[in-house]
């Protein structure tokens, strides 16, 4: 009854508040704050190229330090900082440790079954080194490629930075996906060398990842070493003269690696995500630059003093989001992050508020899929935790609607801490459009304006024309040292995924947006066919083609439906081979074959049988008819259908589907 009660005041409360426009920095966090003057966005407007030259000459280390900023002599191939040399791991670890900060814990990681570990940055340093050399000695090169599929452990971050050492390009694949994913990827950027586990643990269970990599790696021919790190002591064959173990190779290393400086285009890594097609993108980004717009995006947006913060960002090393904000943004910043090998439901629902208690965390950076599950689960969770250590909120993925937005100010922030909503992509590199905590009043819901020295527009859909109130699409206006440099060996489709609607001197980003009185940027969406599953980029061609890989499909259609949980969700419409019943086996068989091709986060929550799929004349699915009649909208435009009976069929099929519920 006591917490039903206050379960309703906090509605109430929340409901209050939805009435408030504006938030401003709470009191005092301005006169503290690294930015609180206004005019910095003016200075920057000026002369973005002069002011992303200072930031990058201020806040990194160069072996020779850049000159010049932008070259655009041949867009949309642009280039920053070009005469510039440095080393991304250098930059991380060498210069912390060299001005005596080797001490300072890196990261208090914390693995699932509750083992605790602080890792400092002089044992980053070493483990490095060792490793840098290890991979040297196993034939990897500067411009090789290395692939890393690693559960959240420190090892992760030490394997990145070793490629990032000696020069050599690494390709993460998240935990999440596949063994199958993992094999194409490997091929795609035809990977030298795999570093992987012998085993992950996920809540209390152990994967055998070693094993299920080889069942799908037999026929991969460049990929000469795999790498393992033993952590579970799982069962984990080796294949002679391809497979070391990483212990004895760090173990067998020189301890000595200077870190080579770089060409600042030099390639750092590239990051796969899903673009329209089946096939995904390769993004790729290089070293000045995007170690430029990381470490001033980690520095400001979450006005980060690093020799008191202790700060969390708790997504997978796997996306890009853990890339520059786990790993480059904090370590170039020298800063103590939280790093939580597991779920956020084990071995209980307030294990990241424990972790926060326990290390006095001051600042969250979480997405939005993963505060709608933490209101589902109930405030009191987080009020048995001492949060008052937090004084900055962080919010990314996604759009957060303003009651979740609102409910991570009250409960979780204690209304004190200012909420930084950031708008970015893989392709960005780093944060682009976001609130500066100690400058910026917050609208819940809006991720405000654009970093300084970034410009964005919402522009008309056909006329490309900006828009000064009101929607249409979101571009970028002008180059970005973080931004992507292009596609992994894909020039064409670089260019003409971003390049071709408005020209070669705006990127289009592929969301829709709509842009208030205040010019203010409201993110609504995907324009294309990809579909946003808690935060995870998936495309709806890659979901098809694993669907209909099933052996009794014959063709599918994927759509995302707005959901409550995930903020948006698979729903597949599968129509079967002739003689075919549907069939709940059926359904479970389809969903298995999604997450051996794909993941398991990638399967249609949703499942809609189809006689027929709804088609144009030219033999095109009408995906935009499947979106109305799965929400339950009144159909659009028709007449382009070849067949319009087709629609009434699958009416009455999602009537039945609503009669079982
Ligand atoms: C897409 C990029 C940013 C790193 C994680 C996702 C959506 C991202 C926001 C936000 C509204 C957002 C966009 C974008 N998105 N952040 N704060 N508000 N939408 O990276 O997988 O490359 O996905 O995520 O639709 O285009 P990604």
């Not at 709608?372 to 919010?395: C, H, M, Y």
Request: with cysteine; charged share 25%.
């Amino acid at each position: 009854m006591a917490t039903e009660e206050k379960s309703s005041d906090l509605e109430v409360q929340l409901e209050q508040m939805l009435g408030i426009e504006k938030f401003d920095p709470p009191p005092g966090f301005r006169e503290n704050a690294l930015w609180s003057d206004p005019k910095i966005y003016e200075q920057a407007a000026a002369d973005p190229e002069a002011w992303w030259l200072r930031q990058a000459t201020e806040l990194l280390d160069w072996e020779t330090e850049p000159t010049q900023g932008l070259n655009d002599s041949n867009p949309p191939f642009y280039k920053w900082f070009e005469d510039g040399r440095l080393n991304a791991s250098a930059n991380c670890l060498d210069r912390h440790v060299e001005a005596g900060r080797g001490d300072r814990v890196a990261y208090h990681w914390r693995g699932e079954e509750g083992e605790e570990l602080d890792v400092t940055y002089a044992d980053l340093h070493r483990d490095v080194q060792r490793f840098a050399n290890a991979l040297k000695d196993l034939g990897v090169e500067k411009g090789d490629v290395v692939g890393i599929y690693l559960p959240m452990i420190p090892e992760v971050a030490v394997s990145m930075l070793a490629c990032a050492r000696i020069g050599a390009i690494h390709n993460v694949v998240f935990g999440g996906f596949s063994a199958e994913s993992v094999a194409e990827r490997m091929d795609f950027s035809e990977a030298k060398a795999l570093i992987t586990v012998d085993g992950a643990r996920r809540k209390g269970k152990t994967a055998p990842i070693k094993t299920t990599v080889d069942e799908h790696m037999g026929s991969h021919h460049a990929l000469k070493t795999i790498v393992v790190i033993r952590k579970t002591g799982i069962e984990c064959p080796m294949s002679e003269g391809r497979d070391v173990f990483y212990d004895e190779v760090l173990a067998a290393a020189p301890p000595e690696c200077p870190a080579e400086p770089m060409e600042a285009e030099h390639p750092l890594f590239i990051l796969y995500t899903s673009g329209s097609t089946a096939k995904p993108k390769g993004i790729l980004h290089t070293t000045g630059g995007y170690m430029a717009g990381v470490t001033a995006t980690h520095r400001y947006v979450f006005d980060l003093k690093p020799e008191t913060d202790v700060y969390w960002c708790a997504a997978d090393v796997g996306w890009v989001t853990g890339h520059s904000y786990i790993v480059y943004g904090p370590l170039s910043n020298g800063a103590t992050s939280v790093m939580w090998e597991g779920a956020p439901d084990h071995p209980h629902q307030g294990i990241w508020w424990e972790l926060i208690e326990r290390y006095k965390a001051t600042i969250l950076y979480a997405a939005p899929t993963a505060i709608r599950t933490f209101i589902k689960w109930g405030a009191d969770i987080p009020e048995k935790f001492d949060l008052s250590s937090l004084r900055l909120l962080g919010s990314v993925g996604e759009p957060i609607n303003p009651k979740a937005w609102l409910w991570y100010h009250k409960v979780i922030g204690g209304e004190r801490c200012p909420i930084v909503d950031t708008w970015w992509q893989t392709e960005t590199g780093a944060i682009m459009i976001t609130p500066l905590p100690g400058i910026t009043e917050t609208k819940p819901g809006s991720a405000t304006t654009p970093f300084p020295g970034v410009a964005a527009s919402v522009v008309g859909e056909s006329d490309g024309e900006p828009i000064s109130e009101g929607q249409g699409l979101l571009v970028l206006e002008k180059p970005w040292p973080s931004m992507l440099r292009g596609l992994y060996k894909e020039d064409e489709r670089f260019i003409e995924t971003y390049f071709s609607r408005f020209g070669k001197e705006r990127y289009l980003v592929g969301d829709a947006a709509r842009v208030d009185s205040d010019g203010y940027l409201w993110v609504i969406g995907r324009i294309d066919d990809v579909v946003n599953v808690s935060g995870h980029r998936l495309s709806t061609a890659e979901v098809e083609s694993a669907i209909v890989a099933h052996e009794k499909v014959a063709e599918a259609a994927v759509i995302g439906q707005a959901d409550e949980d995930t903020g948006q969700a698979i729903c597949a419409f599968v129509t079967l081979r002739g003689g075919t019943e549907p069939s709940d086996e059926l359904i479970e068989g389809i969903r298995g074959t999604v997450a051996e091709r794909i993941g398991k986060f990638a399967r249609p929550k949703r499942i809609i049988w189809a006689d027929e799929l709804p088609k144009t004349r030219s033999g095109k699915i009408m995906r935009r008819l499947l979106r109305d009649i799965a929400e339950g909208r009144a159909l659009g435009d028709v007449t382009t259908l070849r067949d319009p009976e087709v629609m009434k069929e699958l009416e009455a099929k999602i009537a039945e589907e609503g009669d079982e519920d």
